[in-house]
């Protein structure tokens, strides 16, 4: 069992950055490769970025390539979303999910443990 806690939501102008935080619980984080979605009112949920559990390796949506970069620390059993450049189109709760997959999965059932969600909200 994994849990997953984000923190470093919040409001923000156009342009601006914010770093999210997902906290897992447990001595096995390195053994999971890691994601971030977002979900905006009235929409699915959609992937934005993973990293792989052995190597850390990426992946980005399109939409995000060039102003996110998402990180791991094993040893502080954390996962980081750097958001820099935000847009009013970023806008949505944003997601951490643990999935045992290998490789960057992008589809939220390949994932096997979630948190409880952050806001990020871009102002214009």
């Known amino acids: 069992q994994v849990q997953l806690i984000e923190s470093g939501g919040g409001l923000v102008q156009a342009g601006g950055s914010l770093r999210l935080s997902c906290a897992a619980s447990g001595r096995t984080f390195s053994s999971y490769g890691m994601g971030w979605f977002r979900q905006a009112p009235g929409k699915e949920r959609e992937f934005v970025a993973a990293i792989s559990k052995r190597f850390g390796t990426t992946y980005y949506t399109d939409s995000v390539k060039g102003r996110f970069t998402i990180s791991r620390d094993n040893a502080k059993n954390t996962v980081y979303l750097q958001m820099n450049s935000l847009k009013p189109e970023d806008t949505a709760v944003y997601y951490c999910?643990?999935?045992?997959?290998?490789?960057?999965?992008?589809?939220?059932?390949?994932?096997?443990?979630w948190g409880q969600g952050t806001q990020v909200t871009v102002s214009s």
């Open positions: 999910a643990a999935t045992g997959y290998s490789g960057l999965p992008q589809r939220p059932p390949q994932y096997d443990y």
